[in-house]
């Protein structure tokens, strides 16, 4: 069992993230697609643009991945799973979340979409910035200049 992974999103999101996908687990390329929407596109026609993008892929179940909820790509992706009790869709999409979801994509799809939202949501955090150790600051004094002529 393998599930398709299908990135549809706001040019050129998609495909970037594809890209970033495939130069670290390019076996995976026949199940993971991707889609941009360019800014007018009109969601019929990426409505079936996805559908065709589709056609040909790989895989069992379908798990959508989209940028933004309520925008023109997630739209078009619900519409897709609607009637398709085969397929689950997720927005919010990272770069965590979809490694994650690459790696597991042989697992079923309710378990696969628990992965993904586990690694996109662990994939954010706030970084603590520290000074490097073992590096001299410089304390400015009256008699230097940084921007001497």
């Known amino acids: 069992m393998t599930n398709r992974i299908f990135i549809i999103a ?3 999101l998609a495909q970037a ?3 970033c996908a495939m130069h670290v687990y390019p076996e995976c390329a026949a199940t993971v697609i991707a889609l941009d929407v360019l800014p007018n596109a009109e969601p019929e026609d990426t409505l079936t643009q996805a559908r065709q993008a589709l056609a040909g892929a790989e895989g069992d179940g379908l798990l959508v991945l989209t940028d933004i909820f309520g925008a023109t790509p997630a ?3 619900q519409k897709m799973v609607a009637n398709n009790g ?3 869709l997720i927005a919010g999409v990272n770069l965590p979340m979809l490694f994650r979801a690459v790696c597991y994509r042989h697992e079923p799809l309710d378990a696969l979409v628990t992965r993904a939202l ?3 949501t662990q994939g954010v955090m706030q970084v603590a910035i520290t000074a490097p150790q073992n590096q001299n600051r ?3 004094d009256q008699n230097h200049h940084d921007h001497q002529q």
């Open 75 to 77: 739209n078009v992706a």
């Open 138 to 140: 410089r304390i400015h």
């Open 10 to 12: 706001h040019a050129p």
């Open 86 to 88: 085969n397929a689950k």
């Open 118 to 120: 586990v690694g996109g």
């Open 17 to 19: 993230m594809r890209d």
